[in-house]
Structure formats: C-alpha cells, structure tokens
C-alpha cells in the first residue's frame, strides 16, 4: 500500500464544473495536508494547506480532511482550463513528508 | 524578488561523468531540499539541509551528494554511482523545517545520454 494513494487521472471536467481530487493516506501520525498545483514541465505550487478535521477554503477551492477515514479531498468550483495540471496531495508527519503521484486534471472548455 | 533558482534548466549527462545542480535561494530560508520526480511516481527526497554544514539524507541519497557551505546555496552532485540519474530535479526551501509549505525552484531535467 502506499503511504499516499491519489487516482493519476485524468480526470476530465467540463468548464464552470465543480472537480473533485481525492486523496487517502496511511500515516495515521500524519499531521498536516497539503494540496499543491503542478503544470506540465514546471516546479509544483502550494496552493491549499489543512490540518483540522472539516472544510477549509480559500476562493474556488475547498480542502476538505477526515482524520478517521484517512481522507482528504480538494474541491474546484467553476473549473477553469486554466485549471488543468496534476494535483499533488502532501502529507506531513513527524519529520516525514510523503508525496503522492498526482491526479491529472483536464478542464474541457 | 525573493525566490529560489535552479540553473542549468536542461542538462546532459554522460555515462560515467558527475554533473552538480546549483539552487540558490534569497528567501532567507533556514531548511533547503532536494527532489526527485520520475513519472508515476510521487516526489523523493534525495537530502535536505537545515542548517549551514549541516545535511542528512533523505530516501535515495544513493549516488548523490551536497553541501551546505551558505544559507543561500544548497548544490547537489550527481556522481556516476547513480545509475538511472534521468530525471527532474526540484531544489525546495522552508523558513524553518516545520513551517508549512515548500517553495519549490523550476527543476533542472537531467537527461543520460
């Protein structure tokens, strides 16, 4: 089992839809979760960080974790092709971060 | 403005020769990273440093090696004991090892031929 398991997609989505990135994890020490955006052929970038139980959101996006299940998820509303790159969820623990490989959006105009 | 930088951007390696990364950083970041990411697989850590003269090895340090002489600079040598170095390589730093997020450089493709 990995230590992060994300779908490598893609997942395909029509434009102003709402996409929905998945994301579970093994670590039950794990402490904080991120999500980072990462376009083809260029570095990743932080885009949503959570760390309580609950729904934390930050514009379009909405991350949501359930310590209980091992399951963290990140929301899009109003998809933009702009949105299209591979999503990559993060889990840190005690002195240990893991990457997962990513989930593939395609945001279809 | 502040950032990290990567250089050289694309880089060609022969069989048998040692090849160093450079990252340097303006941010004032005290913990620096190494990366490594081949397709289908989620990002590893080769070393990471988070200190002056001070470096650990991360998962697949194997046939990589640093240094950490200044905050600013965190070069990585992939020495020819490294036998499938073809890759992307992404340099990252932190503020303080549990601060939360990384910022990440461009990444240098490394490419055997």
């Known amino acids: 089992q990995k230590e992060v398991e994300q779908n490598s997609g893609p997942l395909s989505v029509p434009e102003g839809a709402i996409a929905s990135l998945n994301c579970t994890y093994s670590?039950?020490?794990?402490?904080?979760f991120f999500w980072y955006r990462q376009y083809s052929g260029k570095s990743p970038e932080l885009i949503m960080f959570i760390y309580s139980n609950g729904d934390k959101e930050d514009g379009r996006f909405t991350a949501q974790l359930n310590k209980a299940s091992q399951y963290v998820s990140l929301l899009i509303r109003d998809s933009q092709p702009s949105d299209s790159a591979t999503y990559l969820c993060v889990t840190r623990g005690y002195q240990k971060v893991t990457f997962g490989i990513g989930t593939k959006l395609q945001v279809i105009p | 403005d502040g950032g990290i930088t990567q250089s050289p951007k694309y880089l060609f390696r022969k069989e048998g020769q040692n090849v160093t990364l450079s990252c340097e950083q303006n941010l004032n970041h005290d913990a620096m990273y190494w990366y490594r990411q081949d397709p289908g697989q989620g990002l590893r850590l080769i070393y990471y440093s988070q200190i002056v003269n001070d470096f650990q090895k991360g998962d697949i340090a194997e046939g990589y090696s640093v240094s950490r002489e200044k905050k600013e600079s965190f070069p990585l040598t992939v020495t020819s004991a490294q036998k499938n170095p073809t890759a992307f390589y992404l340099c990252?730093?932190?503020?303080?090892?549990?601060?939360?997020?990384?910022?990440f450089g461009s990444g240098t493709r490394l490419t055997v031929v």
């Open positions: 990252a730093s932190k503020a303080s090892p549990g601060y939360y997020g990384y910022t």
């Open positions: 670590d039950r020490g794990s402490q904080s």
